[in-house]
């Protein structure tokens, strides 16, 4: 874990709304924390408590507006995260052809 991650971002994204929120921010430049609020049916407190844990990965950056919080996705920490499916995903590819290729060979 990097040393200026308070969290693991393994830990942040394995919760679905932590996951939905990444994803709102992923699809626009910045949001405000009203409007990410008005996209669930939780509280402001709630929502403001998964937003800490993705900030605490460095999934998240806020600022100040006045005094609105404003929030916008950092996804360079899930390049861990597509490191480790690449991984797995190449490992289960040479597994399927080494399987494809024993099943031909009892059809011979």
Same mark, same amino acid.
């Not at 709102?24 to 998964?50: D, I, N, Y």
């Given at each position: =874990?990097?040393?200026? !991650?308070?969290?693991?971002?393994?830990?942040?994204?394995?919760d679905?709304?932590?996951?939905?929120?990444?994803?709102?921010?992923?699809?626009?430049?910045? =949001? $405000?924390l009203?409007?990410?609020t008005?996209?669930? $049916?939780?509280?402001?407190?709630?929502?403001? &408590? @998964?937003?800490?844990?993705? &900030?605490?990965?460095?999934?998240? @950056? #806020?600022? &100040?507006?006045?005094?609105e919080?404003?929030?916008?996705l950092?996804?360079?920490?899930?390049?861990?995260?597509? #490191? %480790?499916?690449?991984?797995? !995903?190449?490992? %289960?590819?040479?597994? =399927?052809l080494?399987l494809?290729?024993?099943?031909?060979?009892?059809?011979?």
């Amino acid at each position: =874990m990097s040393e200026n !991650r308070l969290r693991d971002v393994y830990e942040a994204i394995a919760d679905p709304t932590r996951r939905r929120l990444i994803r709102l921010l992923a699809e626009s430049e910045e =949001m $405000p924390l009203h409007e990410l609020t008005a996209q669930f $049916p939780m509280g402001r407190t709630a929502v403001s &408590k @998964h937003l800490t844990i993705l &900030k605490e990965a460095g999934l998240v @950056h #806020d600022r &100040k507006v006045g005094r609105e919080t404003r929030f916008r996705l950092n996804p360079s920490p899930l390049r861990e995260v597509q #490191d %480790w499916v690449a991984f797995y !995903r190449k490992f %289960w590819t040479m597994n =399927m052809l080494r399987l494809n290729q024993l099943l031909e060979e009892e059809e011979e």
